[in-house]
C-alpha cells in the first residue's frame, strides 16, 4: 500500500479502524499523467455500477455520466478545460446533474413538471458529485489514476454542444481515467483542528493551524511551477514564503475569467436558477 495520509500527516488512529477502505481513501492523489494502456474489458462498466450505488436524494437519481473514449472528442476537452491530460488519458467521464430526464418522466406520466427551480438545482448538483467520488474510489480501488476536472464547466454551452446534451443538463466535473505514468505526489491537507468543528462552527484554531499548513505546504513544494501569478504583484519575500495561504489567496483575488457568465450560460441550457 502507498504512502496514505495518517503516516504523510504524522497521525496514529486506533490499528483496527485503519481497514482496506480507510487506507485507500486517504492514499488518493491526483494523477495528471497516464500510460497508453488500453483499460480492462468491462471496466467501465463496473465503475458506473460502483458510481451508482451512491445516495441520491429521494431516490431521483438526477444525473448522467458521458464517458468519452473517443480521441478527437477528447482532445476539443482538453482545450476547452486547459487540462492536456484530458486528451492522454484512455476514458474521461463527464458527471451531469440532470432534470431533462425527470421532465420526460413527468411528461410520461401526465404530471406537471413543477419542482425544477434552486433546491432541486443543488439536489441535482450534490446526486452528480456524489456518484463522481464513488467512480473515483472505484477506480483507485482497480489500480487506476484519477483526476477530477473542474475545467469542464469552463465553457457548458461548448461542452454541452459536443456531448449533445439536452436542455437541464450540463458538465459539472470531468474526471480522467487511466493508469499513472508514475507515482502521484499525496499532498497535504489542513490539519483537523481548521476542518472539523464540534457541536458548533469555531475559529478559534483558525489563525494557528492555518499558519502550521501555510509552512508545511510551502516547504513540501507542491506549488512550484503552480503560482498564481498577480498583475503587477510580485513574488513573496523570503520571509513571506508561497504557500497554500498565498498561492489560495491570489487565487480568489482573481475570479476565473472563463467562468465569469455561468450563471447566464446555465440558464440558457435550461436551468432554472
Known sequence: MSLNRFQLENLNPPAELLNAVIQQLTSHASVRTYRPDPLP?????VLITAAQSASTSSNLQNYSIIAV?????RRQLAEITKNAHVAEAPLFLVFCPDLYRMERVCQR???PFADRGMDMFLQAVVDAALVAQNAAVAAESLGLGICMIGGIRNDPVKVAELLKLPPRTFALVGMTVGYPAEPPKLRHRLPLDVILHREAYSDAGLEEGVRRYDEVTAQSGIYA????KLEGA???????PYGWCEHSARRMARPNADRARLKEQLAA???EL
Open 69 to 73: 473514449e473517443d480521441a478527437e472528442k
Open 41 to 45: 474489458e468491462g471496466v467501465l462498466e
Open 109 to 111: 406520466q401526465g404530471h
Open 234 to 240: 510580485g513574488q513573496p519575500s523570503a520571509a513571506r
Open 225 to 228: 511551477g503552480r503560482q498564481v
Open 269 to 271: 441550457l435550461g436551468w
